[in-house]
Every structure is written in C-alpha cells, then in structure tokens.
C-alpha cells in the first residue's frame, strides 16, 4: 500500500500563501502521476491540479489558475502545491493523491483516475 503523508496546511490571512507538501512512501513515486483536490463543507470534491510523472506537463482547475503551482521532487518523493494569492473560497480540506504506473506526460485530473488519496489537510483562509 501506498502511504501519502500530507503537510503544510493551516490558517492564513486572505491574500497570503501556504505550501502544501506531500511526502509518498514505496520505491516507485517517479511512476506516479499525482494530484492535488479540495471539499468544502457540503460542495463537492474539486480538482485543484495535477502533474505528470516526469514533472514535464502540468494542469490546474479554472479556480486556481495563475494562484497556485504543482511541482513534484522525485529524489525526495515529494509533490508541493505553492498556493499564493489566497482567497476565503479557498478554505477547504485538501488532498493529494496518487495515480500508479501512469503513463508518460500525462497529467490525470478526474479522482476516478487516482488510486492512493492522503488523510487531507485542513486550509483555512480568513478574510
């Protein structure tokens, strides 16, 4: 089993940053297309983004585009999600997941796609 061992999340004011991390056990992460989604209370989970197993392709929900970026550090087995610019709307549990042997430049953005999910983390923004 694949264990996604999420951090970073908290409380920060509107207009601030936060950088999540997510840290993957197991041998194989460099095969891994990984991803990044947030639920609110009572709203459906959302895509946030996601990136492909070679780092080289990237892909953002409509909401974030231009706030937040996806990068991953395989040495480390690690992917981050730098969030700048944040807004109330942004307020949510936050997850990351795992996609195992994706294919090559392909980044995944449906959760059915996904195989491993994180606990989640919680961020809140205030205003």
């Known amino acids: 089993q694949v264990q996604l061992v999420e951090s970073g999340g908290g409380l920060v004011q509107a207009g601030g940053s936060l950088r999540l991390s997510c840290a993957a056990s197991?041998?194989?992460?460099?095969?891994?297309?990984m991803g990044w989604f947030r639920q609110a209370p009572g709203k459906e989970r959302e895509f946030v983004g996601a990136?492909?197993?070679?780092?080289?392709?990237?892909s953002y929900g409509d909401s974030v585009k231009g706030r937040f970026t996806i990068s991953r550090d395989d040495a480390k087995n690690t992917v981050y999600l730098q969030m700048n610019m944040l807004k109330p709307e942004d307020t949510a549990v936050y997850y990351c997941a795992a996609k195992a042997a994706a294919y090559s430049g392909r980044p995944y953005s449906r959760s059915y796609d996904y195989d491993y999910w994180g606990q989640g983390t919680q961020v809140t923004v205030s205003s």
């Open positions: 990136i492909s197993r070679n780092g080289g392709r990237v």
């Open positions: 197991g041998r194989t992460f460099s095969t891994y297309a």
